[in-house]
């Protein structure tokens, strides 16, 4: 059980590189129109990842912290790492996916895009805990 926490929190990789890119994209976004000083639109920028994307922060470290114990229970053999993260990686996209069709905001291809980078970057550091 032990190993598997320490999958679970390396999750930080996956947050990190989730919120890195849609803060980005947002403060880009923000700037481009003219519209905004860079000041306002770091304001901005951090108030709508706080306030507007709470509960997807929430609901995407509960859920991958939820698949990781659940994949990483039974079987530990770093062989099928890859297979399980690719797994996670569609299981959590599929949302994803339903809103960017949903809400045409191109935002979600974007996470979906760094959460993949994200399972990428977070690979070495699980075959070293499995091995």
């Known amino acids: 059980m032990k190993e598997v926490m320490r999958i679970v929190f390396t999750n ?3 947050a990190l590189t989730v ?10 976004g923000d700037l481009i129109p003219g519209i905004s000083t860079i000041k306002e639109a770091l304001y901005n920028t951090f108030g709508s990842l706080i306030v507007y994307y709470l509960h997807f922060w929430l609901g995407f470290t509960l859920l991958i912290a939820l698949l ?5 229970s039974f079987n530990r053999e770093p062989r099928y790492t890859n297979y399980k993260l690719a797994l996670e990686w569609i ?9 960017l069709i949903k ?4 935002i979600f291809l974007l996470a979906i895009l760094a959460f993949l980078i994200g399972q990428y ?4 550091y699980i075959f070293k805990i499995l091995e």
Not at 19 to 28: D, E, K, V, W
Not at 121 to 124: A, D, I, N, S
């Open 103 to 106: 809400y045409n905001q191109w």
């Open 19 to 28: 919120y890195s890119c849609i803060f980005l994209a947002l403060f880009i």
């Open 68 to 72: 990781d114990v659940v994949l990483f």
């Open 121 to 124: 970057l977070r690979r070495p």
């Open 91 to 99: 299981i959590i996209s599929l949302p994803f996916i339903y809103w």
């Open 12 to 14: 930080w990789i996956n």
